[in-house]
């Protein structure tokens, strides 16, 4: 496909991927809905009357929200009628909007929001060489994986209300610790500061009823898209506060996540074979076809007095073991309600190496093994003034689907 926009042929928002986001500008504070294309912004809201297929002729007004949650609530196949439609019009060969003043926005010129009103988050624990690596730290290798693992999408719910968006700072935060065990907590700021390399995705199409099951046939139909995420982590609180009921203070001081969601559609040409899982699943997380994906995904760390940032982690999505077909199932089997805009994240996503390990927890084993950084400094944690930044893209035969860079800079912590 060939757009009338141009741009270079790396360019991770070519007319192959259209991510939708939100964004605002200077001269128009009013939050819309985009899509990237290049490094441009199509401006829906003023083309929501363009949108005249069978799904969506009377749904336009969607495109005029300041969210995209209503859009996400229809149905599939309305997603798709919509993408075919952007395509057409951004085609080469189409004139529509090459003669509608004012429709293309400069990426360079808005500012981001979050995509959606996140009512829910639930993050899972879907990476087996994760969840291997954290257990042999805590528990030995002849135990690193606990009974369940291998079963069930484990996870935790989430606080909705720190998701934010790429490039807002994270503050340290002040929770209790118990340095030396059997001592006393104390009470200060976290000391061992961590990121989590993630991908989540948000659910879309009608909400279920309360009890009722969404079964893994169809759960492909509420997957709207995938961005990437930081699930900042505080270590040395959550080492203290996870037993018995898990995560709680140590994961809620701030999660980012990257602005454009990108499609599964524009993911299709990426699928990869599904994970092996032994034992075999129960059949209500059975799925034979694909949903696995090839996303490069890596994490850079800058500190704050360097004017360059450092390659710490190179790792992909395919290594996860549960998919988010999986997940989503499991999810829903309580009878749970899912809205769209809900958010469900894949958990930490390592791979088999040891530059593949996705959190400084990994990466530096416990603080045992500092990374080096570019100009002689090293790490065992985050420090004050770091900034991280992930990335996450697929290569396709001349051109790239990407997802845009998700930033966090981490400030100090309150005074006591």
Known sequence: MKSFIPYPENSEFPIENLPYGVFSTQNNKQHRIGVAIGDQILDLSKIKHLFNGPQLKNHQDVFSQSSLNDFMSLPKAAWKEARSELQNLLSVNNK???????????????TM????????????????????????????????????????PVGYHGRASTVVISGTPIRRPNGQTCPFEG???????????DFELEVAFFFGGPSNSLGEVIPIEKTEDHIFGLV?????SARDIQKWEYVPLGPFLSKNLGTSI????VTIDALEPFKTDNPEQHPKPFPYLQHSESFNFDINLSV?????????AATICRTNYKYLYWTARQQLAHHSSSGCVLHAGDLLASGTISGPTSDSFGSMLELAWKGTKPIKLLGGDCRRFLHDGDEIILNGF????????????????LLPAHPL
């Open 96 to 110: 529509t909007l090459q003669n509608l003043p004012d429709v293309l926005v400069a990426q360079r010129e808005a």
């Open 113 to 152: 929001h979050l995509p959606a009103k996140i009512g829910d988050y639930t993050d899972f624990y879907s990476s087996m060489h994760h969840a291997q690596n954290v257990g042999a730290m805590f528990r030995g290798g002849n135990a690193a994986l606990l009974p369940n693992w291998k079963h069930i």
């Open 183 to 193: 001592e006393p907590p104390e009470y200060g700021p976290c000391k061992n500061m």
């Open 228 to 232: 990437l995420m930081n699930d900042w």
């Open 258 to 261: 990257s602005p454009w969601i």
């Open 300 to 308: 850079d760390l800058k500190p704050d007095n360097s004017p360059v």
């Open 394 to 409: 697929c290569q396709g035969d001349g051109y790239r689907v990407g997802f845009g860079s998700c930033k966090g800079k």
